[in-house]
Nanobody
Framework: QVQLVESGGGLVQAGGSLILSCVVT????????VGWYRQAPGKERELVAR???????NYTESVKGRFTIFRDNAKNMVYLQMNKLKPEDTAVYYC?????????WGKGTLVTVST
């Protein structure tokens, strides 16, 4: 079993910063692909950032240069540093891990960016 629990969401003004945290427990390894997804009201869930390995990171175009995904394997943590937040970043953010081809998800944390 793999469990993920996100934290760090909240209300922030446009231009501000937040850091989301995700604790990952269970049968995961330092090489387990992890990522952050988000779902805005009325929209489908979309990939925000993904970390296949320490040197392989992918970001959706709209967050490049503003968001950074990183992990601390010693603490079983995955983070998403979000800078220069925009109102269109408002969404529920979900942590994801892929273990033996199966997706595991947290319950999400809400990020609201005000104008």
């Amino acid at each position: 079993q793999v469990q993920l629990v996100e934290s760090g969401g909240g209300l922030v003004q446009a231009g501000g910063s937040l850091i989301l945290s995700c604790v990952v427990t269970g049968r995961v390894f330092s090489t387990t692909p992890v990522g952050w997804y988000r779902q805005a009201p009325g929209k489908e869930r979309e990939l925000v950032a993904r970390m296949i390995s320490l040197l392989s990171k992918n970001y959706t175009e709209s967050v490049k240069g503003r968001f950074t995904i990183f992990r601390d394997n010693a603490k079983n943590m995955v983070y998403l540093q979000m800078n220069k937040l925009k109102p269109e970043d408002t969404a529920v953010y979900y942590c994801n891990a892929v273990v033996y081809g199966q997706d595991f998800w947290g319950k999400g944390t809400l990020v609201t960016v005000s104008t």
